[in-house]
C-alpha cells in the first residue's frame, strides 16, 4: 500500500453533521470535502450505510475519503436511520424508508453551498445494494454509482439463499446486524439523547433472522428492492465490482447483460472488501480507478474509461488447495460484451465408470449416492470475508463423500470464464432434496482445488416462487447453475465434477436423509471455454491511500477457524472466532470492540441434529461513559419447522438495563 501523507488539495473534515428528513428524523453524517469547496463547489460522493461512521468504518473511511475529496469531490459518509448517531429504528435491510431517506439525503447533499449539485453514491455490501436500489428510483441530482459485492437479485443471489438452499450465512449475517442494532450513538455528538435512541433500538429492531426465515421462497419480500425486476428503471451508469472470492460475483455479469446504462465491470480474485484492501491479492489502485469513472460522469472529464472494454476479469491460475490465500498467481483479461464472443459453451458427458469427456464411448449405469452430511465442512463461508478458513480447502476429503466424474489429464491449458451449468437426470427417495455440485481442478499429486460450485433445492427445480415437493423414484432433469469464475486448468490437470446430497454447513440440510440416483448418460456440464488470444492486458497500479487512522490496540484484530470431530459420535463441529479488535481510536479518545463466535455443528447422518449457534460481543467506551451488548441466535430444525433460540443483554456501566430472549418456531416450506 502506498501511502500519500501529503495530498494534492487541503482537505476538511465536517466530524459530525445532522441531515433533517422530511419526518423530523435527523440523519447522522461525516463529511470530508476540499478546504476551499464553499468558494468553488464540487461535485460530492455519497456512502450510505448501517456500519457507524465512528467506530466500525472509521479507519477505513480515514484513508479512503480524504484521498477522493483531495481530487476535488466532497465525500459524504452517512448513517442509514437507527444506526451509529441517526436517529430512528433501523427494522431491516433496504426498508422503503431507508431508500427514500436516501433519496433525500441526496438532494440535501445537492442543495448544500459546497456541492455543485451533481452526486454519486458508492458502496460495498450494503452501500452497493442500496446504491442500485436508490438509482431505481432516479433521485434528479444522482449522476452515477459505484456499486461493489453487491447483487439485483436478493433472493436467488445473496446471503440468504442459494438456489433455494437455506444458507448458513444467513444465521450469520443476522446475528452480526444483531449486534450492530444494539449498538448506541455516541454521546459526545449526540449528547443527553444517547440513552432514548439507544433504548429505542434495543426496543424495536427486532429479530431479522425469525422475518427473513419467514419468506423460503421468492416472495414480495425479496422482490422488494431486487433491481432485476426491472432492469431498466436504472438510467445512471454503473460502474459493478465484485471478487471470484466474494459471494456476489455473479451480478457484475448480469447488469452488464441487460443494464441499458453505460456500464463498466471488474472482477478480481478478492473477497468481499473494497480493491484497494482485498484479499487474495493483488490489491489494486483503485481510488485512482473509481476516481477516473467520477471524473468522467461527475466532472465531464474525457479520462478514457469510457473507451476501454466494459468487463476487465482476472484470470486466474492452478492454486494449491488452501482455506487461505494471500495472493492469487493470474492475469487480466478483457471482454467486449456479455455473453463474450470469446467463449464458447462446451458439453461434457457423463459416464458410470466416472469418466468425464467431450466425446467417446462412455458406459451408462444408474450410479446412487446419500452423502454423510460432513460433506460441506471444507467448503468455505459463501461471502468469503478473506478469513483463515473460510474459503474451500482441499476437496479430497469432500469428495470422498460424493459421486465424482474426472476427465484425463488435459494436453493443453484450458480457460473458463464464466458460469457452468449442469444438466441433471436424477431420481430421490425423498419428497424434500437438494444437490451440491463442486467443479474441482485436480492437480497431479491429487489435491483438489474448488474453482466453482453450484446448489439446487431440488423443489425449487421449475420455480423459486412455488416449489413443488419431489415425487420419490420419479425421474427428473434440471439445471444447476454454478458461480461465475475465470479460471485456468493447466495442462496435465484434470476436470472434477463432484455431486453431493448435502453441503453443511455452508447449506442447512434437507429435513430428511436423501439417496439419490443419478442417469449419467443423460446428464451433462457444460463449461465456458475461451479462446485465448495472448494478449497482455496492463496490470493495475498497487494500491494507495491516505494515512491511516491512529489506532492503538488493547487486542489486535485475529480470525479464527477449527474443525472439531467426535470420533464417538461422529459429531462434526465447525467452530469461528472473528475478533474485530479492541481498539483505541486516538484522535476521539474512543475505544470499541467487537467479537464474534460462530459454531455449526451436525452428526454424519441425521439432519435434525444440524445447528448454528452465534454470540456477538460489543464494547464501547469513552471517559465517564461506557456500554456492553451479548447477542446470542441458536438455530435447530426438524422435519417440520425451524426453531430459533435468541436473547439480547445490555448493560450500562455495570447495570444491565435489558435481558429479552425469543424462542419462535418457523414452518419449513420445503427446504
Given at each position: 500500500m502506498v501511502i500519500d501523507e501529503i495530498l494534492p488539495r487541503a482537505?476538511?473534515?465536517?466530524?459530525?453533521?445532522?441531515?433533517?428528513?422530511?419526518?423530523?428524523?435527523?440523519?447522522?453524517?461525516?463529511?470530508?470535502?476540499?478546504?476551499?469547496?464553499?468558494?468553488?463547489?464540487?461535485?460530492?460522493?455519497?456512502?450510505?450505510?448501517?456500519?457507524?461512521?465512528?467506530?466500525?468504518?472509521?479507519?477505513?473511511?480515514?484513508?479512503?475519503?480524504?484521498?477522493?475529496?483531495?481530487?476535488?469531490?466532497a465525500y459524504v459518509r452517512a448513517d442509514l436511520r437507527g444506526t451509529g448517531d441517526s436517529e430512528g429504528v433501523l427494522e431491516d435491510e433496504y426498508t422503503e424508508v431507508e431508500l427514500r431517506d436516501g433519496c433525500d439525503v441526496i438532494a440535501w447533499i445537492a442543495d448544500q453551498s459546497w456541492c455543485d449539485g451533481g452526486v454519486g453514491i458508492v458502496g460495498i455490501s450494503w452501500g452497493g445494494f442500496n446504491g442500485l436500489q436508490i438509482a431505481a428510483l432516479r433521485p434528479p441530482a444522482l449522476k452515477a454509482?459505484?456499486?461493489?459485492?453487491?447483487?439485483?437479485?436478493?433472493?436467488?443471489?445473496?446471503?440468504?439463499?442459494?438456489?433455494?438452499?437455506?444458507?448458513?450465512?444467513?444465521?450469520?449475517?443476522?446475528?452480526?446486524?444483531?449486534?450492530?442494532?444494539?449498538?448506541?450513538?455516541?454521546?459526545?455528538?449526540?449528547?443527553?439523547?444517547?440513552?432514548?435512541?439507544?433504548?429505542?433500538?434495543?426496543?424495536?429492531?427486532?429479530?431479522?433472522?425469525?422475518?427473513?426465515?419467514?419468506?423460503?421462497?421468492?416472495?414480495?419480500?425479496?422482490?422488494?428492492?431486487?433491481?432485476?425486476?426491472?432492469?431498466?428503471?436504472?438510467?445512471?451508469?454503473?460502474?459493478?465490482?465484485?471478487?471470484?472470492?466474494?459471494?456476489?460475483?455473479?451480478?457484475?455479469?448480469?447488469?452488464?447483460?441487460?443494464?441499458?446504462?453505460?456500464?463498466?465491470?471488474?472482477?478480481?480474485?478478492?473477497?468481499?472488501?473494497?480493491?484497494?484492501?482485498?484479499?487474495?491479492?493483488?490489491?489494486?489502485?483503485?481510488?485512482?480507478?473509481?476516481?477516473?469513472?467520477?471524473?468522467?460522469?461527475?466532472?465531464?472529464?474525457?479520462?478514457?474509461?469510457?473507451?476501454?472494454?466494459?468487463?476487465?476479469?482476472?484470470?486466474?491460475?492452478?492454486?494449491?488447495?488452501?482455506?487461505?490465500?494471500?495472493?492469487?498467481?493470474?492475469?487480466?483479461?478483457?471482454?467486449?460484451?456479455?455473453?463474450?464472443?470469446?467463449?464458447?459453451?462446451?458439453?461434457?458427458?457423463?459416464?458410470?465408470?466416472?469418466?468425464?469427456?467431450?466425446?467417446?464411448?462412455?458406459?451408462?449405469?444408474?450410479?446412487?449416492i446419500a452423502s454423510p452430511l460432513w460433506v460441506g465442512v471444507h467448503g468455505g463461508k459463501w461471502c468469503s470475508y478473506a478469513h483463515p478458513g473460510d474459503q474451500p480447502g482441499d476437496q479430497r476429503r469432500e469428495d470422498a463423500g460424493s459421486l465424482t466424474f474426472e476427465t484425463v489429464p488435459l494436453q493443453n491449458d484450458l480457460h473458463m470464464v464464466g458460469d457452468a451449468s449442469l444438466k441433471l437426470t436424477f431420481s430421490v427417495d425423498r419428497a424434500i432434496a437438494q444437490i451440491a455440485a463442486r467443479l474441482v481442478d485436480v492437480a497431479p499429486d491429487g489435491a483438489g482445488t474448488r474453482v466453482s460450485y453450484g446448489l439446487l433445492n431440488l423443489t425449487h427445480r421449475d420455480s423459486h416462487e412455488q416449489p413443488e415437493a419431489m415425487e420419490p423414484g420419479r425421474l427428473y432433469t434440471v439445471e444447476v447453475p454454478f458461480k461465475h469464475v475465470a479460471q485456468i486448468f493447466r495442462a496435465g490437470h484434470r476436470i472434477r465434477l463432484a455431486l453431493s446430497t448435502s453441503y453443511f454447513p455452508l447449506a442447512w440440510p434437507a429435513p430428511e436423509p436423501v439417496r439419490m440416483t443419478v442417469r449419467p448418460a443423460d446428464s451433462r456440464l457444460i463449461l465456458p471455454i475461451r479462446t485465448d488470444d495472448g494478449r497482455e492486458e496492463p496490470e493495475f497500479d498497487p494500491p494507495r491511500a491516505a494515512a491511516p487512522l491512529p489506532l492503538t490496540f488493547e487486542e489486535p484484530p485475529r480470525s479464527e477457524w477449527k474443525v472439531r470431530e467426535d470420533r464417538d459420535t461422529g459429531r462434526v463441529t465447525v467452530e469461528i472466532r472473528d475478533h474485530e479488535g479492541a481498539a483505541h481510536i486516538v484522535p476521539h479518545g474512543f475505544f470499541h470492540s467487537s467479537e464474534g463466535e460462530e459454531r455449526y455443528s451436525i452428526l454424519p447422518s441425521d439432519p435434525s441434529s444440524a445447528e448454528g449457534e452465534v454470540v456477538w460481543t460489543h464494547e464501547m467506551r469513552r471517559d465517564g461513559w461506557s456500554v456492553k451488548t451479548v447477542t446470542e441466535t441458536r438455530l435447530i430444525g426438524d422435519a417440520e419447522n425451524f426453531r430459533i433460540y435468541a436473547r439480547l443483554r445490555a448493560w450500562e456501566g455495570k447495570t444491565l438495563i435489558r435481558d429479552v430472549a425469543w424462542n419462535p418456531a418457523i414452518p419449513r416450506n420445503l427446504v
Open positions: 482537505v476538511r473534515e465536517i466530524e459530525h453533521i445532522e441531515i433533517p428528513m422530511p419526518d423530523g428524523t435527523r440523519l447522522a453524517a461525516r463529511i470530508w470535502i476540499p478546504a476551499d469547496a464553499e468558494a468553488t463547489p464540487v461535485p460530492a460522493i455519497l456512502e450510505y450505510i448501517p456500519y457507524r461512521k465512528n467506530d466500525k468504518t472509521l479507519e477505513r473511511d480515514h484513508a479512503r475519503a480524504p484521498w477522493m475529496a483531495a481530487q476535488g469531490y454509482i459505484v456499486t461493489i459485492c453487491s447483487t439485483d437479485d436478493r433472493y436467488a443471489d445473496d446471503i440468504h439463499y442459494m438456489g433455494g438452499t437455506l444458507l448458513i450465512d444467513q444465521l450469520s449475517w443476522a446475528s452480526v446486524m444483531f449486534g450492530i442494532n444494539t449498538l448506541p450513538p455516541d454521546p459526545a455528538h449526540v449528547g443527553e439523547r444517547w440513552r432514548a435512541m439507544w433504548e429505542e433500538r434495543l426496543d424495536g429492531s427486532g429479530l431479522w433472522l425469525e422475518k427473513w426465515l419467514g419468506h423460503q421462497t421468492r416472495d414480495t419480500f425479496w422482490k422488494h428492492g431486487s433491481v432485476c425486476e426491472n432492469f431498466d428503471d436504472i438510467h445512471v451508469p454503473v460502474y459493478a465490482v465484485s471478487g471470484w472470492a466474494d459471494g456476489y460475483c455473479r451480478s457484475v455479469f448480469r447488469l452488464l447483460e441487460n443494464l441499458k446504462a453505460p456500464f463498466k465491470g471488474l472482477v478480481g480474485p478478492w473477497a468481499h472488501k473494497y480493491p484497494h484492501l482485498a484479499k487474495p491479492g493483488p490489491a489494486i489502485d483503485w481510488l485512482s480507478e473509481e476516481t477516473r469513472w467520477w471524473d468522467h460522469w461527475l466532472k465531464g472529464h474525457d479520462t478514457g474509461i469510457m473507451d476501454e472494454p466494459p468487463l476487465r476479469l482476472y484470470l486466474q491460475d492452478h492454486a494449491e488447495p488452501r482455506p487461505h490465500y494471500a495472493e492469487r498467481a493470474g492475469r487480466w483479461i478483457t471482454e467486449p460484451s456479455w455473453p463474450s464472443p470469446n467463449v464458447t459453451k462446451t458439453t461434457f458427458r457423463l459416464g458410470s465408470d466416472g469418466r468425464l469427456a467431450i466425446d467417446g464411448d462412455l458406459p451408462d449405469a444408474p450410479m446412487d
